[in-house]
């Protein structure tokens, strides 16, 4: 496995809607452990995830890496951290090819670590993180009570 990519709400973090403060941030159980097993095993970790939110001006990035940020300093009670985070910000109308399903940020993430996404996993929650791995021949698995919902990541790096 080259890398794993982590749908965010309802994967890692508790789906709580709008999530607009890093307060609000709440990790599902067993996800710390799980992604601290992923990095002992030098496997990279990234989140990818549409954040709509900051199209309609709800939501800045910079609130958002505070959001991303936080998730990474809850990771580190368990010696966890997201190696890379990378979101579509547009709205769901606005034509891009970044928004999951289309696979503009798996394409944009294999480019920065130099990844064959063949050779990749991404485990969503969703029907687009589905359809996002399918367009680019990515294995995922997908999960319905978060991370921790999926046993077989015990099995890799073995």
Partial sequence: MKAVFLGRDGVIIKDKGN??????????????????????????????????LIGYGILSREKLMDITSHINELLKEDNAEIDTALWCPHKPQQPCFCRLPKPGLLYAAATKHWLDLRQCLFIGDTEQDVQAAKAVRMPYKKVKKGLADWKGWVDLGE
């Fill in 19 to 52: 999530i607009t403060e890093p307060d609000r941030v709440e990790l599902l159980p067993g996800v710390g452990e799980i992604i601290h097993h992923l990095n002992s095993l030098d496997i990279p970790v990234l989140l990818i995830f549409n954040e709509p």
